[in-house]
């Protein structure tokens, strides 16, 4: 899975085509490298699906429907379908990080599906918020099922998720819903970041990175503590693993970033130069922004002048290709790309604050090789 | 507070014009007719708004400036304002709540802000989802700060709710929020069955009721519960509690009905019929549907032919009246007044099977009486 040959070469992102974006990393360890992540993360998809499956089942129609929809489980006419359920990331942290306490996978389970549902409220209320049609492939939920029911739908997830972990009813559990609740503020806070960003000219990569670590840090630093909680860890336990997973969060959207701009459509799912005609200011757009320099000024003129062009959802391949080129050339992908690998390295040197069988330690390093490398 | 005279005579509530719509109720008690109504409700809000003011305050902006306009303490361009804050039957019922257990009412603070935080995230989504346009006499956070603000500060609300419970990291606090998660399901189940029966020709008045449990019996069941789980309540006392504001809930819901025709719009806020001009099938429109007879099945025809109507929204005030006049002489709103002195006796009942001081008593049982008097 890991590009060994590379790490040690010249890196190839800053002259990557589309479709080979991804930073290449240095595998953490020798043990990371030996570890089946696909096996790993079909583990947490496995133990995850039939819980939230059940979760789901508890909601009222027509709410069930649409949220087996948003979820792939059915198409837009109600037949079944085996949709593209996600990368399954999160269920796989939140499963492994229950072991970090000697405690078995299933012991997670509760906070993989609550850490799921919460993500998943805040991908229907966000597509509805940002106007995004589509999502892994398919029409998203506001466009098949109408606004109303995405807000619905978003908030009876939210719901789900507290009752997945209140209804346990232990201390643990309230320890563990208590973090997902300060998880789900930031995520809040971040998404109101991204809005308020939408209408500036300019912003800097501290104020892009702050939304970011609220938007995917929080979340992913829930989903790698979680299982512990309700495992029994203790704070400075579940403190070491959030910040791993903070630090996974920005490595992932770094990534994210790269593959809006530069990505395969095909292995995305999204449109070809996604964030650029969005006009986000996402990570390589606000580094070649903030690099200075000749490519840097030529890019900020051309995206003031885009902010006011009426004209813009019009335009071609060829102009957004040309924007592409200029983030490129005034260093935005390389320092993204670089960016991703920092905050990799970051991630996997918190770990090193607790103890934790070295196989757990292994898949947790391996988790985060395959955030960074992954190409969707 | 209580029209005594009336208790024992003839209803009015069948003849009355606009704004003469509250139906007479005979007080619980002597006890309770000695309550100071306008006292309790102005000590839940003197405890709780300073807690829901700091708790706001903790919103990153622009959720705080949105969220201080939806309560009324800004205007909407950002200058101070003392708008109507509501009844706060909520919050009084909170604090109350703490003192069955024989805790001090600042006991039930969390329990009431969180409730008030859930509550409001309904009605932000709620408006959005139903496109009403005004509330308390203003316009609606979707119509002056957009969608998406109303979206996202709802979500922010309903997670600041959790905090709120959360935060307190005790065992009663981690009750009171599975509880608190319990009610916001129901008021998600309730909205989603608004919404479905908006686009159904019949519903029944079983149907209508279930709606309304949802809806407006959850969170007034934990409003009146959440101080006791707070202060130590056992299982069966909170339950008690919440079979009383459950029931309090349908009367209260009963004579928001009953102002949503017949009200009168300099108290309520809203447009004359209201409702009606809604095509809203509340419950005087169901019992009248349900009634049979003549007016009933003139009423029938009528409402299936404005359901069909392409030029409803220019209905003159007249046409409103002939409708309201109908739902009347079906029975409809006669029934619906006799429904909520109905579910105000069982709320009241219901407290008998615990024990609790003789003044809280007589204060539940005057809150409940001044449910079902309001005129607005």
Redesign the interface.
Known sequence: MLDQQAAGGPRTSGTATRGETVPTVPPASTAADAVDVTALLERGRTLATPVLRAAIDRL????DTVSAYHFGWIDADGNPAHGDGGKAVRPALAVLSAEVTGAAPEIGIPGAVAVELVHN?SLL?DD??DGDEQRRHRDTVWKVHG???A??V???L???A??ML??L?T?E??RA??RL??A??AL??G???D??YEHRDRVSVEECQEMEGNKTGALLACASSVGAVLGGADDYTADTLEKYGHHLGLAFQAVDDLLGIWGDPVSTGKQAWSDLRQRKKSLPVVAALAAGGPASEQLGEILAADAKSSDFENFSEEEFAARASLIEAAGGREWTAEEARRQHTIAIGALDAIDMPDRVRAQFAALADFVVVRKR
Do not use: K
């Open positions: 009222a129609p027509p709410m409220f209320h509805l918020m606004p109303a029911q807000i619905l978003g908030d009876a939210f719901a789900l507290n009752e209140l209804e009813g201390a559990a309230g819903a208590r609740t300060s789900t503020r809040i806070d998404q109101a970041q809005i308020s």
